[in-house]
Structures are given as structure tokens and as C-alpha cells.
């Protein structure tokens, strides 16, 4: 079973920056995409940004140019970079492993953008 655990996430006023880290329990090379979703407040989750085995990343249009995937096979863990954060990023951010056809999730973390 692949454990996900998410952490960075926090309280930060509009404007600022936050970076989440998702650390997996499998070997990097396993996972062929590493996605992020988030769940606002009182809505359904939704897909934010992902990053491929090639390095290839994708971002939803409200987040382009402000958030950055990267990945760092050496320790096992993505990164969301989060910068210039507004009060609409407020949210449970989770990260999402593809391997092969198998789906995993980890726990989520909090961020929460004060205006």
C-alpha cells in the first residue's frame, strides 16, 4: 500500500507564499503522475496542478503562473509551490499518486489565505 503525507500547509495572508511537500512510502520511478487537488470550503474537490514521470507539468488556469509542481526523486516527495495566494486558494490541498491504473491519496492539509 502507498502512503502519501502531505505537510506545509497554514494560515498566510493574500499576497504571500506557501510551499506544500508530499512525501510518498514507494520509489519515485513507480509513480507516473502526482497530481494536487483541493477542496474549498462548502465545494467538491477539484484538480489543480500535476506533474508527469517526463517532468511534464499542467496547472488549472486560475493557479498558472502563481503555483509551480516539482519533485524530488532523491527524497521521495512533490512540492506545490504557492505564491502570490489569494483568499480563493483557501483550501484542503491533497496530493494524488497514479500508479499504473491505482489511485492514492494522502490525508490533506490546510491552507488558509486571509485577505
Known amino acids: 500500500q502507498v502512503q502519501l503525507v502531505e505537510s506545509g500547509g497554514g494560515l498566510v495572508q493574500a499576497g504571500g507564499s506557501l510551499t506544500l511537500s508530499c512525501t510518498t512510502s514507494?520509489?519515485?520511478?513507480?509513480?507516473?503522475?502526482m497530481a494536487w487537488h483541493r477542496q474549498p470550503p462548502g465545494k467538491p474537490r477539484e484538480w489543480v496542478a500535476e506533474?508527469?514521470?517526463?517532468?511534464?507539468?499542467i496547472y488549472k488556469a486560475a493557479v498558472k503562473g502563481r503555483f509551480t509542481v516539482s519533485r524530488d526523486n532523491a527524497k521521495n516527495t512533490f512540492y506545490l509551490q504557492m505564491t502570490n495566494l489569494k483568499p480563493e486558494d483557501t483550501a484542503v490541498y491533497y496530493c494524488?499518486?497514479?500508479?499504473?491504473?491505482?489511485?492514492?491519496w494522502g490525508q490533506g492539509t490546510q491552507v488558509t489565505v486571509s485577505s
Open positions: 494524488n499518486a497514479h500508479i499504473s491504473a491505482s489511485r492514492y
Open positions: 514507494t520509489n519515485m520511478a513507480s509513480i507516473n503522475v
Open positions: 506533474v508527469s514521470d517526463s517532468n511534464t507539468s
